[in-house]
């Protein structure tokens, strides 16, 4: 099971803490990993720029729950 999955299914739990580590970790090896030619590089910034939405949602429910 992938780190994004592992994510998935921590929220769908209503888990913020966990999906929020393992939405992190899943950006943290994009930027590292992900690397290359200009195809690599778009493809990197759009799975950042998807996943950014959703860890700021997940923050913000996080932080309102307490």
Same mark, same amino acid.
């Given at each position: 099971?992938?780190?994004? @999955? /592992? #994510? *998935? @299914? #921590? +929220?769908? $739990?209503?888990?913020? &803490?966990? $999906?929020?580590?393992?939405? =992190? =970790?899943?950006?943290?090896?994009?930027?590292?990993? *992900?690397?290359?030619? +200009?195809? @690599?590089? &778009? #493809? /990197?910034? $759009?799975?950042? &720029? +998807? +996943?950014?939405?959703?860890? /700021?949602?997940?923050? $913000?429910? @996080? *932080?309102?729950?307490?």
């Amino acid at each position: 099971m992938s780190v994004f @999955d /592992r #994510a *998935v @299914d #921590a +929220a769908r $739990a209503g888990r913020e &803490a966990p $999906a929020l580590g393992y939405l =992190q =970790q899943f950006l943290d090896r994009v930027r590292n990993q *992900v690397k290359g030619d +200009a195809a @690599d590089v &778009a #493809a /990197r910034e $759009a799975l950042v &720029a +998807a +996943a950014q939405p959703v860890l /700021r949602g997940l923050r $913000a429910l @996080d *932080v309102s729950e307490g």
